[in-house]
T-cell receptor, first 113, second 114 residues
Framework: GENVEQHPSTLSVQEGDSAVIKCTYSDSASNYFPWYKQELGKGPQLIIDIRSNVGEKKDQRIAVTLNKTAKHFSLHITETQPEDSAVYFCAASRTPNAGKSTFGDGTTLTVKP | SQTIHQWPATLVQPVGSPLSLECTVEGTSNPNLYWYRQAAGRGLQLLFYSVGIGQISSEVPQNLSASRPQDRQFILSSKKLLLSDSGFYLC?????????????FGPGTRLTVT
């Protein structure tokens, strides 16, 4: 089955700096890669996703890149703000059963004001 | 718009007691439904998913079971809780077969087995 590894497990940056979180996956048939943000005591919230036919996707301060050959994808947050502090999860799955996702273990991002 | 509800929000139960967690979705029809468990400091582990009423697939062998008595209702149960069942339980939904891939999570239930 699919295996997703996520690094780093914790990340601390100064407000305004960039943050990068990386994930690798094992199943070359995976084609859907969402990223979730989870605030304390809440459920994860989808913030951005990318599909295997796209190499990069951007939404304001958030971008995701995908390297299918190397089987890794990354989340980039620019101009970080304190409200970006949360746990971020990557996931990988095969569509059309994208809900059967395999998740990474999460990265705790702390943005220091 | 679609909303997903879970209750209770927190639950403390003794070992050996039964469990029933409920999840309902509003604003959509024929959703795919999922139960995940999140251990402290870890990612989400898929426990069950359902593509329709009465259709349940189990991803991991365990002390839990799931049922879908109505189209937008998903229930997680146990006859006898174990200490290892403690965790944060999340329900999620996505559009049914042929629909969008995006998955949406509920607020979760924090279960502590004592």
């Amino acid at each position: 089955g699919e295996n997703v590894e996520q690094h780093p497990s914790t990340l601390s940056v100064q407000e305004g700096d960039s943050a990068v979180i990386k994930c690798t996956y094992s199943d070359s048939a995976s084609n859907y890669f969402p990223w979730y943000k989870q605030e304390l005591g809440k459920g994860p919230q989808l913030i951005i996703d990318i599909r295997s036919n796209v190499g990069e996707k951007k939404d304001q301060r958030i971008a995701v890149t995908l390297n299918k050959t190397a089987k890794h994808f990354s989340l980039h947050i620019t101009e970080t703000q304190p409200e970006d502090s949360a746990v971020y999860f990557c996931a990988a799955s095969r569509t059309p059963n994208a809900g059967k996702s395999t998740f990474g273990d999460g990265t705790t991002l702390t943005v220091k004001p | 718009s679609q909303t997903i509800h879970q209750w209770p929000a927190t639950l403390v139960q003794p070992v050996g007691s039964p469990l029933s967690l409920e999840c309902t979705v509003e604003g959509t029809s024929n959703p795919n439904l999922y139960w995940y468990r999140q251990a402290a400091g870890r990612g989400l582990q898929l426990l069950f998913y359902s593509v329709g009423i009465g259709q349940i697939s189990s991803e991991v062998p365990q002390n839990l079971s799931a049922s879908r008595p109505q189209d937008r209702q998903f229930i997680l149960s146990s006859k006898k809780l174990l200490l290892s069942d403690s965790g944060f339980y999340l329900c999620a939904w996505s559009e049914g077969t042929g629909g969008a891939d995006e998955q949406y999570f509920g607020p979760g239930t924090r279960l502590t087995v004592t």
